[in-house]
């Protein structure tokens, strides 16, 4: 007997439900989209649900990104890579107003910085970005590592939020599935509401300084 979807959906709530940051956001608006893939079969294909579900982080991160307020730290690259404990203080010492920082989003470069600290465990149903680096549970601080994050070895953007980017809870509950079978070609459709949720992110930029005052010197010795 076929799965249904209805049975895939209590499945992959219990694992969407450890995602916090995308799974219990304040809805401020929605749409509707869908995703649409021709397979080979007409039974639920729950790679192509989890790929729908990759589709939704990665439009809530690039939404994150694009609404974000940068604010530049006074750090060298150096400095940073030495202690993952020193841009925590940082972000602690921020006080902005109604912000009390919760999730932190690093690029690759930065994830290379601090592959040591992190054991990543293979086999996951869901792709490794989902999952949190680490946590500082006393500082109520998680970290994630992003590939929407593009940045260089010489300057770090890292993302903080102080709520959840997502409604994932949501999403699942009212997304639908179903299979058009046309000319033998099984075209399977998933639409789903996305939604905008009430969060506020800081860009946080850290730039090589002595990279930055390299730069400035050779730029006033090209316009001799």
Known sequence: MKESFYDYKKTIESNLS???YLYD???ISSKILSKTSLLNNDG???KFI???IDDIYRMSIDTMINNSIEHNIPMTLDHFKSDITKIISEI???NFVKFKPYN???SKNSFDIFSKLFNQKSNRPFPIHFYKLTEW???GLVLYHSPNIIDSNDELNIFITNKSIQSLVYTVQNMEYKVIVDNKEYK???TYPFYNCDFICYKLVIKDIDKKRDDKINKILNED
């Open 18 to 20: 450890k995602f916090t």
């Open 25 to 27: 956001g304040d809805v």
């Open 44 to 46: 639920v294909s729950p």
């Open 50 to 52: 989890i790929e729908c």
């Open 92 to 94: 602690e010492n921020l």
């Open 104 to 106: 932190i989003f690093i």
């Open 137 to 139: 549970i006393d500082r």
């Open 188 to 190: 399977h459709v998933i």
